[in-house]
DNA sequence: ACCTAAGCGAGACGGTACGTCCCGTCTTCTG
DNA sequence: CAGAAGACGGGACGTACCGTCTCGCTTAGGT
């Protein structure tokens, strides 16, 4: 049978007073007890959405990202990476945390690997048929090394945001295509 | 006055036990009571070199980056940055999890960051030098942004090691410079 | 304005429930929800029928202590007090760890407390009974000890019951019965 | 090696305090953080004696009892059942809840269950002596059923401790005595 | 050859957060 | 309306770990 709903109060309060201490403690100072008060909601209610202190952090934080919505064709291969770019700063942005989670605990837990495999071979797919686009419309030649585009694309953004913590501007996207583009 | 010297064996035995519970563990996990017992050695032992347990991975991380050797001038540019960059290649593939953790723990423990900002301006400091040097010389324009080309240089090698879990090869590391230098 | 009545089918699995489980963990460590679920009731059920577990428990243990039903005159002091002894023996023996808990626990819990005295008083007043009915008769002395004479009977029962969990047989309860009446 | 040994002051600390919250609170409502407070001591401190809550309280009891001493010959059976009796009582009444516990327990663990029965044993040889010795004095028949006479003695006592939560005082002892002797 | 300052292993300590459990109440849906 | 299911606030439980401390023992260097 159903029994009681949970709360969808406590799910938004639950989310919001996570990512508030989160700003004030970071993951090492956030203490759950704070979260369950900040709330107005208690403890087993977190954890009975939540495994754990890390679960908690890292959905607050998933919570937080818009869904990556799907691509127009722009018309030249160019706009399709740009508007490609923009959309992976946005994701990286929005996830943050988790997706350097996701990143650590490469080879920790199966489950994660292959959860990340396919996350990242799905963005690839979609990189090369933008390229394999432009190889149709005559944009470039034929036998261009599509994976080391995708890195000369997605390294420097992944770069910057791993390891400088920035998020990048609209102008470093376009150069950033522009030089992968003149490297074909 | 001058009492029992520190053990040298404890010393070693400290750092080591550190870094392997680091990789295993990262740095909330990790337990100064295991690494204690994983170097054979009492926490007190510990405590009397480093202050914290943030101390005790600080220097730990450290210890297994091995300096930046001041590298030989090659001649050129390129000949300079491929250097370069084999040496970052061999820095990760040495340092493995330790750089992923690293990395993925960025703004998590807010005493941590400091020390990672002021070990990335080392490393782009040294990159800079580089560049400046080829500007000295004639080989580029001197107004080229530096940062940028760090990017486009460190961006793939990193994408493709943290991401991708790879070690690039040396024909790898030729076209990233190659490309790098097409951009300006 | 009737509604549903209640279940009788609840009422009995709640109580047998309750005594199951008193049994196996005593008061402080029975759980209501396993009283619910070994009932295959719901919580609510029980507290629409029992204002708390204290409520809960003393009922089910109450109800498991048949009534001291009025004992037959036998005509004579010694076969009143062997029947009285007899009904304790069987008391005892039919409730087993329930009445060990019950004891083990005086003190612990304070709210059960003053239900354990009412009902010690009711089974002493009923031994009362039985002897001022013999003074009533002429058969021992009108300033004998009531309580004293209580302990003598009740007290070796006890004793063997709790301590050396022993059943004690019919032969047992007449030298008991003698005992007592011989030191008054 | 050795270690820092546990601090005493602690020790007696814990003991008080858990004693002190005992009578204000009883089992149920004893808290072991309060308990920690008032002895001004760490719960680790606590559980690092004391594996539960229920350890710490039969601790605090057990230690609160002096040691029973070896008993002379008071050169009759009734004095050195007195005398014995009178042991017993303070046994009772120093060990409370101890006693209780373990009588509630029998049967649920089978280490209990032998420290119980050799405890039970011990205590009805050193009874069995004293008879034994007043037979040989010819203060009463060879064949006396020394189990019955001792359940006449302990029944009593243990009666109104357990079901009645009493301290008997001199008085009652030489009666129980004199009932018991009148009884062979 | 001794003495003494310091290092060391062991492990207890105060404190703080964790994640679990359970009580008694509540909310929803089903019969 | 009663009942099953189960979420909820509150609050105690027992665990884990940090950084400090107290032991008794070992290891030099200075006298």
């Known amino acids: 049978m159903a029994g009681r709903p949970r709360s969808i109060e406590a799910d938004a309060a639950i989310l919001e007073a996570t990512l508030e201490e989160y700003k ?3 993951y090492g100072g956030l203490c759950v007890d704070a979260v369950a008060a900040r709330a107005g909601v208690s403890k087993a209610t977190i954890y009975r959405r939540y495994a754990s202190k890390l679960d908690l952090v890292m ?3 998933v919570a937080a ?3 990556a919505t799907s691509q127009p064709d722009t018309g030249s291969l160019r706009g399709d990476l740009i508007q490609r770019l923009h ?3 946005d994701l990286l942005h929005g996830t ?3 997706m350097r989670r996701l990143v650590s605990e490469r080879g920790d837990y199966a489950e994660l690997d292959a959860a990340h495999a396919q996350f990242v071979a ?3 797919a979609a990189t090369a048929s933008l390229i394999e686009r432009a190889i149709a ?4 030649a034929a036998d261009v090394d599509v994976a080391f585009v995708s890195d000369l694309l997605a390294g420097p953004l992944f770069y910057r945001f791993l390891v400088h913590d920035d998020v990048v501007d609209d102008t470093y996207i376009e150069r950033v295509v ?3 583009l003149g490297a074909v």
Chains 1, 2, 3, 4 share one sequence.
Not at 137 to 140: A, D, F, H, K, N
Request: aromatic letters at 0%.
């Open 24 to 26: 004030h403690c970071g």
């Open 59 to 61: 959905a607050s934080t």
């Open 65 to 67: 990202v818009p869904d």
């Open 87 to 89: 959309a992976l700063r």
């Open 96 to 98: 943050g945390r988790v």
């Open 122 to 124: 799905e963005r690839r």
């Open 137 to 140: 419309r005559g944009e470039i």
């Open 178 to 180: 522009d030089a992968a």
